[in-house]
C-alpha cells in the first residue's frame, strides 16, 4: 500500500494511535488551507495530525471558481503586494506543485458596441498589467500565453455561443484554472499522509486548547482528547464555533452549472462585464463532465453558518441574464441543471485584538488566539494556501518552540505531479488539457491524476474497471468517470462513502440528476471495494 493511499483501515489505526500519543502539531479542518497546513508542518518534519469533522474539502474548497488567479483583481484596489503573491503561487501550482490540476485558461471578454470604448480600454490595460505580473513571477508565456486582441473567428471558436452579429472583437487573456478545487485538497492531504501525516476525517474538535483537543469520533460517537505542542484552527467560516474570539463577516458567492452543450462546448471561459458596475464581471467557465459554471455573485451572509449554503432564486437570475447579454440565444432557469453557493471566510479585522502577523490587506489572517491559544489561519484564497501554509507553521513553530526545518513546499510536487516540469513543459498549457474542456477516455484520467492515471486503472479489483460509470445508464452517458475512479476513491482518495465519492471525490453531485442517476452504482461499488479493505 502506498504511503499516501487514504483508506477507511488507515483511518482507525492512526485514530487509536493518536490518543496515546503527543504530535507536535495538530491541524483542526481539512479544507485547502488546513491540508496546506499538515504538508507544510510534515514536511519540515514535524509529526502532524489533520482532523476534519466530514470530510476532506466539505467546505468552502469545493464551492469556489476553481481558478488560480494570478493577482488582477488585487491591482484593482492597490494592493500590488498581495497581486504579485497571487500571481506567484499560480506559477508554483502550474509549474510546479501541481501542474496536472492547473491549466491555462483562455478567457474572452467579447467586444460589442454596447462594450463602450472606455471599458475595452481599460479591461485592455487590466491585461497588460496582469500580464507584467505573469512576467514578474517568472511565469512562461508557453505557460500563460500573454493578452491579445481576437478576431470574432477566434472568439466562436473559443465559445461558440457568443452573438455574432454585432462582435467586432474581444479581448482575450490568461489565467489558471483547476480541474477541480476539491481535487487539490485531496492531493494536499494524501501528500502530507506521505510525509507521515495522520489525516482524519469523520473527526470533531469540539474544544481547543493551546496543548491540544477535545476530539468526537463522529462515526462511533467516541470521544478521546488529543495532546499536541501546537494546535492550528483552519476551521474557514466555521472558525467562530470553536474560538468566540474570532469574527468573520462571511460573504455568499453563488454559481450555477448549465450543460456545456447549451453554449456549444466552450473551451474558453466567457467574461461579461456586469452592467452599471465598472469593475464586476460574471464568468462562464468551462468544466469537466460536460458542464459550464457560471458565477459568481457576492452577498453579504451574516447570522448562524449553514452546513451547505443554498443559493437564493435572485442571485440565480443576476447570472442567468447577465451572461445572457452576450449569447445568440439567452439562458433561461430551465438551462440550470444545478446549482451552488460557498461562503468566503472574510475576516472582520475590527474583532482580532491579539497582533495580527498579517494585515487586513492581505486577506488572509494568521495569529495566536487569545482565547484558546491555537494558532488561527483564516481567510485568504485558493490560490494562496500555501503562503497561508507557510505563515501558519513559522508563527507555530516561534509560538511552540519547536525544532522544525525551513518551508520548502514551493519544490514539493504533490501526488500525481510529474517531479520535473520547466517552462513549456507544463500540462498546463493552452490546450484543454485538464479535463475541462470536451476530452474522454485517458485524457480525463490524466487531467484529474497526472502521472497517477495508469496506477488508477491497474489497481483497480473489480470488473468492468475501465468502463463509464454511468455507461448504460439513462442520462448518464456525458459522465467520462471510470468505475476504477470510484475504487480508487476508497482505496486512495479517503472516501469512506458513497456522498464522499459523488459530491467531493469526483464531483458528480454537482448537478442533482447525474448524482440521482449513478448514485446506486456507485454507491455499490463503494460497498464492495470497502470490503476488501
Ligand atoms: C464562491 C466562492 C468562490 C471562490 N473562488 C475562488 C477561486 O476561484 N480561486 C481562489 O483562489 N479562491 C476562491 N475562493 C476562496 C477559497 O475558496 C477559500 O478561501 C478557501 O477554500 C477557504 O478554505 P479553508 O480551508 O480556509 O476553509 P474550508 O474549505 O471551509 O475548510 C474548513 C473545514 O473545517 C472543517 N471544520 C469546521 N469545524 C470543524 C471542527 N470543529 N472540527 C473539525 N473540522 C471542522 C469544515 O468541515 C471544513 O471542511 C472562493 C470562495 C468562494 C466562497
Known amino acids: 500500500m502506498q504511503r499516501t493511499a487514504l483508506t477507511a483501515r488507515r483511518r482507525r489505526r492512526e485514530l487509536d494511535e493518536l490518543s496515546a500519543e503527543t504530535v507536535d502539531l495538530l491541524v483542526v479542518g481539512g479544507g485547502?488551507?488546513?491540508?496546506?497546513?499538515?504538508?507544510?508542518?510534515?514536511?519540515?518534519?514535524?509529526?502532524?495530525?489533520?482532523?476534519?469533522?466530514?470530510?476532506?474539502?466539505?467546505?468552502?474548497?469545493?464551492?469556489?471558481?476553481?481558478?488560480?488567479?494570478?493577482?488582477?483583481?488585487?491591482?484593482?484596489?492597490?494592493?500590488?503586494g498581495v497581486a504579485r503573491e497571487s500571481a506567484r503561487e499560480r506559477h508554483v501550482l502550474m509549474t510546479r506543485t501541481a501542474p496536472h490540476l492547473v491549466r491555462a485558461l483562455p478567457q474572452v471578454l467579447p467586444l460589442t458596441p454596447?462594450?463602450?470604448?472606455?471599458?475595452?480600454?481599460?479591461?485592455?490595460?487590466?491585461?497588460?498589467?496582469?500580464?507584467?505580473?505573469?512576467?514578474?513571477?517568472?511565469?512562461?508565456?508557453?505557460?500563460?500565453?500573454?493578452?491579445?486582441?481576437?478576431?470574432?473567428?477566434?472568439?466562436?471558436?473559443?465559445?461558440?455561443?457568443?452573438?455574432r452579429e454585432r462582435l467586432h472583437g474581444a479581448w482575450i487573456?490568461?489565467?489558471?484554472?483547476?480541474?477541480?478545487?476539491?481535487?487539490?485538497?485531496?492531493?494536499?492531504?494524501?501528500?502530507?499522509?506521505?510525509?507521515g501525516a495522520k489525516i482524519l476525517t469523520r473527526v470533531r474538535a469540539i474544544d481547543l486548547r493551546a496543548d491540544g483537543a477535545t476530539l468526537e469520533d463522529t462515526l462511533t460517537g467516541a470521544t478521546l482528547t488529543v495532546r499536541a505542542r501546537v494546535v492550528v484552527n483552519a476551521t474557514g467560516v466555521w472558525a467562530g464555533t470553536v474560538d468566540p474570539s474570532v469574527r468573520l463577516r462571511p460573504s455568499r458567492g453563488t454559481h450555477v452549472v448549465v450543460?456545456?452543450?447549451?453554449?456549444?462546448?466552450?473551451?474558453?471561459?466567457?467574461?461579461?462585464?456586469?452592467?452599471?458596475?465598472?469593475?464586476?464581471?460574471?464568468?462562464?467557465?468551462p468544466a469537466q463532465l460536460g458542464r459550464v459554471v457560471i458565477g459568481i455573485t457576492d452577498e453579504e451572509a451574516p447570522g448562524p453558518v449553514p452546513d451547505v449554503p443554498v443559493a437564493?432564486?435572485?442571485?440565480?437570475?443576476?447570472?442567468?441574464?447577465?451572461?445572457?447579454?452576450?449569447?445568440?440565444?439567452?439562458?433561461?432557469?430551465?438551462?440550470?441543471?444545478?446549482?451552488?453557493?460557498g461562503l468566503r471566510p472574510l475576516v472582520d479585522t475590527a474583532g482580532s485584538s491579539d497582533g495580527p502577523s498579517a494585515d487586513v490587506s492581505r486577506k488572509h489572517l494568521v495569529e495566536v488566539s487569545p482565547s484558546t491559544g491555537a494558532v488561527n489561519v483564516l481567510g485568504g484564497k485558493l490560490t494562496t494556501y500555501r503562503t497561508m501554509a507557510e505563515d501558519a507553521v513559522d508563527l507555530a513553530v516561534k509560538h511552540a518552540g519547536l525544532t522544525?526545518?525551513?518551508?520548502?513546499?514551493?519544490?514539493?510536487?504533490?501526488?500525481?505531479?510529474?517531479?520535473?516540469?520547466?517552462?513549456?513543459i507544463s500540462t498546463g498549457s493552452t490546450s484543454s488539457s485538464n479535463g475541462t474542456g470536451p476530452t474522454h477516455g485517458m485524457g480525463s484520467l490524466v487531467a484529474r491524476y497526472g502521472t497517477e492515471a495508469a496506477?488508477?486503472?491497474?489497481?483497480?479489483?473489480?470488473?468492468?474497471?475501465?468502463?463509464?460509470?454511468?455507461?448504460?445508464?439513462?442520462?448518464?452517458?456525458?459522465?467520462?468517470i471510470t468505475r476504477a475512479e470510484i475504487e480508487w476513491a476508497v482505496t486512495h482518495e479517503g472516501a469512506l462513502d458513497a456522498d464522499d465519492v459523488l459530491d467531493r471525490r469526483t464531483r458528480v453531485g454537482l448537478v442533482p440528476a447525474d448524482r440521482a442517476a449513478v448514485h446506486d452504482i456507485v454507491e455499490q461499488l463503494v460497498t464492495d471495494t470497502l470490503r476488501r479493505l
Not at 509529526?47 to 474548497?61: C, F, I, P
Not at 437564493?312 to 453557493?341: H, K, Q, W
Not at 525551513?406 to 514539493?412: E, F, Q, S
Request: hydrophobic share 45%; aromatic share 4%; net charge neutral.
Open 455 to 480: 496506477d488508477v486503472l491497474a489497481a483497480a479489483v473489480l470488473p468492468g474497471s475501465a468502463s463509464a460509470v454511468g455507461q448504460g445508464i439513462t442520462g448518464a452517458g456525458h459522465l467520462d
Open 312 to 341: 437564493t432564486r435572485a442571485e440565480i437570475d443576476f447570472l442567468l441574464e447577465t451572461v445572457s447579454g452576450v449569447l445568440s440565444r439567452p439562458l433561461l432557469p430551465d438551462d440550470v441543471v444545478g446549482t451552488f453557493a
Open 404 to 424: 522544525a526545518g525551513p518551508c520548502w513546499t514551493t519544490a514539493l510536487p504533490l501526488v500525481g505531479a510529474p517531479s520535473l516540469v520547466g517552462p513549456g
Open 259 to 285: 450543460p456545456a452543450a447549451r453554449l456549444g462546448s466552450p473551451t474558453g471561459a466567457l467574461m461579461v462585464p456586469v452592467p452599471g458596475s465598472g469593475s464586476r464581471y460574471v464568468f462562464a467557465l
Open 173 to 195: 487573456a490568461h489565467d489558471g484554472q483547476l480541474v477541480d478545487d476539491a481535487r487539490l485538497v485531496v492531493a494536499l492531504a494524501r501528500t502530507a499522509a506521505g510525509r
Open 32 to 80: 485547502v488551507t488546513g491540508t496546506g497546513v499538515a504538508l507544510d508542518a510534515a514536511a519540515r518534519g514535524l509529526s502532524v495530525a489533520l482532523v476534519e469533522a466530514r470530510d476532506l474539502a466539505w467546505g468552502t474548497s469545493r464551492w469556489s471558481s476553481k481558478l488560480a488567479h494570478g493577482g488582477l483583481r488585487y491591482l484593482a484596489t492597490g494592493d500590488v
Open 114 to 163: 454596447g462594450t463602450g470604448r472606455r471599458r475595452g480600454l481599460t479591461v485592455g490595460i487590466g491585461f497588460g498589467l496582469g500580464d507584467l505580473l505573469r512576467r514578474d513571477a517568472g511565469t512562461s508565456s508557453l505557460v500563460l500565453p500573454g493578452p491579445h486582441l481576437a478576431r470574432p473567428g477566434e472568439v466562436a471558436r473559443l465559445v461558440p455561443a457568443v452573438a
